[in-house]
């Protein structure tokens, strides 16, 4: 039987990137939050210079919870569902994915607000497949900029504007959208490599600029600047320069006192009135089993989680899961993790860190999926 | 044991070094007679095919010198324990295809002979496998795991993987002079979880 707690205004499913930030603004303004954390706080000695550990072990980005629940796939219907051959990187953690990511903190361009019209208008109705589900989204690149600016100000990123209230500037980024005003820290530091890359770049007639990275350039709110020691991706930072959630804005959330964080809590449904109303979540916590009753629920577990507890969450008025009623839930599917990469070989010879010069993510979004041990494990069971 | 002296003694040298952020993380470092996966038969047969992707040379030691066979063996007993059965398998129909194409053992072939077992294993056209060509892919993963990751695990001994590619190592801090491509920076040659490994 559960164990009723006080009522509270909000409860937040999962405090990650989303999540995470998302306590801040609602903390500020007074409400009472209860946050339910998959995972646990991490502290900074968890972060090794250590690939093996990091990349290949994925000691930071996995624990059992991740092992437990990998997703399954299948590619029609008549098939048996198997495995994941990867493992997403499904972190739990306060803090979540924003713990390992690689911190590039980009803007949607304006364009990606009105996908579908502005590809219609640009290539015609045709360069849209048949059947898709594609729509603009409900708002624009303006309406969202000041949010864009408060986050970046708030959780802090280096980088630099390359269209300040449309002024155009080639150090930037001369495709964003207009900004209203510039980075709140300068970019990361160059280097003989990145020089060498960006000359290359604009000889060949791009327009190289450095990306936008949640990483502090400078000594930012009393943390610390970034070390480049570069062990950050798929780890966590050793000193706190890359600005994760939980380093930022769940801490200025805690500072409020009106925001309570249940760590190894595992929520397990939503629950619903006979209406339809959304009254709280139940959730496991060591072994035991709590009602938390909250006037408004925020899903933050990434597109997975989200999707598993809505449709574990049947109730009267919706029968198919929460919000199913259409039985669009799970459909129009996006991660973001089947990251495109292009690796470069480079002809000259570097007298550094060969491995790592050689080579060169030049992709800016989403993230390369390696094959890990389970995987590759699964492969070797069928020897 | 292998190497028990050279292993108790740097166990004590380095001890005196260990710094405080190592002890207090004492519950994962191992101690000096880590946990082992395989027989010796098993593991001379791992050995033998890790010396033929890669031998020792005119430019350095090779990977059974650089301790990948150890990070493997490590392995199998701690974190890929759930994949030990498999392997144990793949090593045991390495031998048998080697014994029914080649007339021998694997590790008792000779060079040319081994690596025309390592070539049909990697094309996928050795029998007795139900999937040669992934384990054969599986055995060159963990040996570049085993060559070049943190000497902790077992491999990369007297850090020859890092210097054999002019990896720096880990720096806690990096400076603009180790980011320069025309001077190599001073190469660190110490495992993050304490002086004591990689020797």
């Known amino acids: ?383 | 044991m292998r190497d028990q002296t050279l292993t108790r003694r740097t166990v004590i040298v380095g001890a005196a070094f260990v710094p405080l952020a190592a002890l207090t993380a004492s519950g994962q470092t191992q101690n000096a007679a880590p946990k082992l996966a395989l027989s010796a038969t098993q593991r001379r047969t791992l050995e033998a095919m890790l010396d033929r992707l890669v031998p020792k040379d005119e430019l350095g030691p090779g990977a059974v010198e650089m301790g990948a066979a150890e990070y493997i063996d490590r392995s199998l007993a701690d974190a890929l324990a759930t994949e030990k059965v498999a392997f144990l398998a793949g090593l045991s129909r390495t031998d048998q295809f080697a014994t029914t194409s080649q007339g021998a053992g694997f590790a008792e072939l000779s060079s040319d002979k081994k690596d025309a077992v390592l070539t049909a294993m990697e094309a996928g056209r050795a029998e007795g496998f139900t999937d040669a060509q992934g384990f054969f892919n599986r055995v060159r993963r963990l040996n570049l795991e085993g060559m070049f990751g943190d000497p902790y695990y077992g491999g990369n001994k007297n850090f020859a993987g890092w210097d054999l590619i002019r990896y720096p190592g880990a720096k806690l801090a990096v400076s603009p002079q180790d980011q320069r491509m025309s001077a190599a920076p001073t190469p660190v040659r110490a495992s993050v979880w304490g002086p004591q490994h990689g020797h």
């Open chain 1, 1 to 383: 039987m559960a164990t009723n707690l006080k009522p509270v205004d909000v409860a937040v499913v999962g405090l990650g990137a989303a999540g995470g930030v998302a306590v801040l603004p609602l903390a500020r303004a007074g409400m009472k939050i209860a946050a339910l954390e998959a995972g646990s706080w991490m502290k900074t000695t968890d972060f090794k210079a250590d690939e093996i550990y990091n990349n290949v072990r994925r000691r930071v980005t996995t624990g059992t919870k991740v092992w437990d629940e990998i997703p399954t796939f299948r590619t029609d219907p008549g098939q048996p569902a198997r495995l994941a051959a990867t493992v997403p990187p499904m972190m739990n953690a306060v803090g979540g994915t924003s713990i390992h990511f690689y911190a590039n903190s980009w803007r949607w361009q304006p364009w990606d607000f009105q996908a579908r019209s502005e590809t219609i208008k640009r290539y015609g109705a045709s360069a849209l497949p048949k059947g898709t589900t594609l729509e603009d989204w409900p708002l624009t690149y303006a309406d969202l900029e000041p949010y864009y600016d408060l986050i970046e100000y708030e959780i802090g990123v280096s980088g630099k504007a390359g269209n300040l209230q449309g002024k155009i500037d080639a150090r930037g980024n001369i495709f964003e959208g207009p900004r209203k005003r510039e980075y709140p820290m300068p970019p990361l530091r160059d280097t003989e490599f990145t020089d060498l890359m960006q000359s290359a770049a604009r000889k060949a007639g791009f327009h190289p600029h450095r990306s936008p990275a949640a990483i502090n350039s400078q000594t930012n709110k009393g943390r610390s600047a970034c070390a480049y020691h570069g062990y950050c991706d798929t780890g966590g930072c050793h000193i706190n320069a890359k600005n994760s959630t939980a380093v930022t804005t769940i801490p200025e959330a805690l500072k409020t006192k009106n925001l309570t964080i249940y760590e190894r809590a595992h929520v397990t449904r939503i629950v619903a009135d006979d209406a339809g109303k959304v009254t709280g979540v139940l959730y496991v916590r060591d072994g035991q089993e709590y009602f938390q009753p909250a006037a408004t629920v925020l899903l933050g577990s990434y597109t997975y989680e989200n999707v598993r507890l809505l449709l574990l969450s049947k109730s009267k008025a919706f029968p198919k899961g929460l919000s199913n009623n259409h039985g669009q839930v799970g459909k129009h599917y996006i991660g973001h993790w089947a990251g495109r990469e292009v690796i470069g070989l480079f002809p000259f010879a570097s007298t550094s860190g060969g491995a790592q010069m050689r080579r060169v993510w030049l992709s800016t979004i989403g993230r390369t999926t390696v094959s890990i041990t389970r995987a590759s494990a699964s492969s070797a069971a069928r020897v």
